[in-house]
């Protein structure tokens, strides 16, 4: 039996961090939001570049294995970006659905771990398939490792999709805990799953997959030594999937909102589920323009579906208010404004965070770019003296800080 109202208010408000937030919970809520959509579009490349691998090195079409060699290291440098922008979203949910969060991993503290244990396990699979194949040509070694990964890294999708979904019922939370009144403990079970939205999810990485194989194309279109043929099969490849995968999850979307439980029939008819199957449906729109403009058609589509991950990030996080707003209000957190860990977090972020990551991405970008060995330009080594020199700087002057505080 479900609990009541009253008293699944008084437990979710007694469960909150008497400290208070040390900033303002809207702005938690914007950075959960953003770094879930980063998060998802880097899980969308890491199990869509899997997938085109899977099918890719098995293929006689030289076409199709060169593809598949090079999406099996785009899924796999994903991971450790998935892996990284994972990280900010559950800073900023436990933050503001702390008392959510935190009971869901109590209410399955094995699959928690069992979370990272597969991730582990999942990430070195990968990287035996990288190891075999290092020449990447010819008939492909240890595919089972690759398949492995794979698999491994939908347990995982999985078990952060309990997690999450098992938030959004906290009147449910006292039966998952003592199912008859008998106190289960064990921590072994994910109570609450829904099939149709996982599968909305894993699929995403269709469509992202496909605009990341058009940008692929355009990309590698600048350099003279590279192959036309291949690069309008990259693009006619991507472009499909980009279409058919959104036609796919659009209508999952549409399927999953539908099927919403009666305490969520508010949301369906409101703007944010719009907003959910407009942010399936972008990829495909782009994806058809761009067929005009061919291989060269430019990074748009790629974009555009960041944008339409965000419009989903932003969606999904409102079905959640709607799930626990007759109980739980995020926005009166009580706030205990602390300027010190604010400005901290925010000179990392924007300053160390978009210097040092922005100049190993303009390295990458260039390097590739370049025919033969890249030599970087002068500009480039006094970006890598600054970054370092603004590495030393953060480290001095947050510990120095962080012991000036202490006493
Ligand atoms: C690399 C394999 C991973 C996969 C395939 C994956 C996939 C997923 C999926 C399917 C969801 C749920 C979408 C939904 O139903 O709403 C999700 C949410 C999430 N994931 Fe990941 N994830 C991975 C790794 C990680 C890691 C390593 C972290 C953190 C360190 C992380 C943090 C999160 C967070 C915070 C959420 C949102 C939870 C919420 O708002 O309730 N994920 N991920």
Redesign the pocket.
Known sequence: MDMNPAAVHDMLYALRDPAGLPFFPWAFWGV?ILT?AM??FA?AV??GGAGVALYGVRQDNPYWRKLGYAMADVSKIA?SV??VL??A??LA?QVYYDPM?YTSNVLSAYWVITFVLA?IVAYSLHYVFYFRNKKREGTPKSLWSLGGALLG??L???I??S???Q?LSPEKWLQWYAPNGVVDNSGTKLHDFNVI??VF??LLSVPVIGTYLMAYATYWSTRKDQDAAYLEFAFTLGRKLAMVGAAITTTLAIVYLATLPEKLHAFQTSLWAALWVIGALLPALVAWRAGKAGYRCGYRPFIVAFVGMLLIAIA?EMLRYYAVIPYYNFMDYKVNLDWFTTDVFLFTFLVLGFSTLGYLLTVVWKAGKTEGVYEASPIMHVWARFNIGLMVFWTAVYFLLMTIRSF
Do not use: N, Q
């Open positions: 959960g879930f998060h998802f899980v890491m199990i991971v998935a892996i994972g990280v979203p559950l949910v969060w991730l890294y939908l995982v999708g999985f952060m999709h997690l999450g979904y938030t939205r996982y999810f894993i999904r």
